[in-house]
DNA sequence: TGGGTGTTTATGGGCGTCAATGGAAGCTGT
DNA sequence: ACAGCTTCCATTGACGCCCATAAACACCCA
């Protein structure tokens, strides 16, 4: 597998640290980023993570402005500015930094939920209403598509 | 990592020193520029600082503009010009020339904002201020382009 | 199919190293 | 000789690295 997939939550122990499912660690490791690179979700109460993969999407993403514009020092400033390479111990733990703590509500666990080509980090509480809230919008999303989705499946809930 | 990433504050000493955070250090280091090489950001209240690729870039920037024409020249002074390279102690520590901090209105801390191929340096509150503005746009840069998912509440729940 | 066993993962803690900071001593130019 | 720098040293606290235990899972064999 070359992508990270499914969610798992752990907790934080005394020194802030907690474990990067294995799973994640092996494709980050196919990847071969040395670390792991993380950023404040734009628009979301989570944090992106991932490694090359994660910083070629940020480079397109600034590649689209001009040169010099100001949308671009804009982008880059939310996304390098508030950026941290995160070190992985030998046993595949990280400390998050106190800002993307804040930013995602992080206390004392963590929910780590994969996306393909990158992760999110997120509260577990929050994560919870917020895979409700897109389960809800993805149901609406197959009905109007038309033919009713293959695993609409009634009583397939928490 | 090769480039700047993540933001620190660090307090200037009785001396009017400051600690470069290490990763800085670490990227100068591979960058192979001695030094610290500064100048006031044209158009906001902070340093730019950096190393060779700093330095490449100002050159290509100049070079946009016809030889001998008014804005190349101008361009010189104001890069050019009104920089400093300054020197890094054994300790990683360096000391602002009173014209790079009134410029960016620093008294007594700096925050270090990693941007890539170069850093700036902003007197703290001025950043957030600064970060604050830079993320409402790239929120709705994003969102213009359709590069998240679409996240829009149809229904909220919780 | 169930029990046993071995491997991998998660978690907790100890210790050494390095970064950050403060201060003192040596240079240099005026 | 003095002020302003620069270089050097000392302290503290955080963090990286290592080991030790425990729990989960997979695998094998009876």
Same mark, same amino acid.
């Given at each position: 597998?070359?992508?990270?997939?499914?969610?798992?939550?752990?907790?934080?122990?005394?020194?802030?640290?907690?474990?990067?499912?294995?799973?994640?660690?092996?494709?980050?490791?196919?990847?071969?980023?040395?670390?792991?690179?993380?950023?404040?979700?734009?628009?979301?109460?989570?944090?992106?993570?991932?490694?090359?993969?994660?910083?070629?999407?940020?480079?397109?993403?600034?590649?689209?402005?001009?040169?010099?514009?100001?949308?671009?020092?804009?982008?880059?400033?939310?996304?390098?500015?508030?950026? *941290?390479? #995160?070190?992985?111990?030998?046993?595949?733990?990280?400390? $998050? &930094?106190?800002? !993307?703590? %804040? /930013?995602?509500?992080?206390?004392?666990?963590?929910?780590?939920?994969?996306?393909?080509?990158?992760?999110?980090?997120?509260?577990?509480?929050?994560?919870? *209403?917020? #895979?409700?809230?897109?389960?809800?919008?993805?149901?609406? $999303? &197959?009905?109007? !598509?038309? %033919? /009713?989705?293959?695993?609409?499946?009634?009583?397939?809930?928490?």
């Amino acid at each position: 597998m070359d992508r990270f997939v499914s969610n798992t939550t752990s907790r934080l122990d005394a020194k802030g640290r907690v474990s990067v499912p294995a799973s994640f660690r092996s494709v980050l490791g196919r990847d071969g980023f040395d670390g792991l690179y993380c950023y404040p979700t734009l628009d979301q109460a989570a944090i992106d993570a991932g490694g090359h993969a994660l910083l070629a999407e940020i480079d397109s993403l600034i590649g689209r402005f001009p040169p010099y514009s100001q949308e671009r020092e804009e982008l880059r400033v939310a996304l390098y500015g508030r950026s *941290a390479t #995160l070190k992985i111990d030998g046993e595949g733990r990280v400390m $998050l &930094t106190e800002e !993307l703590k %804040s /930013h995602a509500g992080i206390v004392d666990s963590v929910a780590f939920v994969g996306l393909g080509h990158k992760f999110q980090m997120w509260e577990p509480e929050r994560f919870r *209403a917020h #895979l409700a809230k897109a389960t809800a919008t993805v149901r609406a $999303l &197959t009905r109007r !598509l038309g %033919s /009713h989705s293959p695993d609409s499946d009634p009583g397939a809930r928490e």
